[in-house]
């Protein structure tokens, strides 16, 4: 599975932004798909997961700011992010494996190049 992440860029504190994550070579209803992000001079950490059915966790940082979301007929996840702040700043990855919703990186096969956000205050 290839996954390709894109919308990232720069936002305000309190802007929206919206990732896209496209899939191709696999079956996306299949996958487990999540993002997770990177800061500089951070570890990667778990952002939010959905199901091909729709259930979604989240990290604790972000609930009730993003929302994960798929559409299984364009084989694509969205993260979409309201009410940022400068600590969301981050690369943000998505990522794909066959399993159950979990937040834990080393379950994910497959993994998109990374798109960067940039929150300004």
């Known amino acids: 599975v290839q996954l390709q992440a894109s919308g990232g860029g720069l936002a305000q504190a309190g802007g929206s932004l919206r990732l896209s994550c496209a899939a191709s070579g696999g079956t996306f209803s299949n996958y487990v798909m999540a993002w997770f992000r990177q800061a500089p001079r951070k570890e990667r950490e778990f952002v939010a997961a959905?199901?091909?059915?729709?259930?979604?966790k989240y990290a604790d940082s972000v609930k009730g700011r993003f929302t994960i979301s798929r559409d299984n007929a364009k084989n694509t996840v969205y993260l979409q992010m309201n009410s940022l702040k400068p600590e969301d700043t981050a690369v943000y990855y998505c990522?794909?494996?066959?399993?159950?919703?979990?937040?834990?990186?080393?379950?994910?096969?497959?993994w998109g190049q990374g798109t960067l956000v940039t929150v300004s205050s």
């Open positions: 959905i199901t091909s059915g729709g259930s979604t």
């Open positions: 990522a794909a494996w066959r399993g159950i919703l979990t937040p834990r990186a080393d379950y994910y096969d497959y």
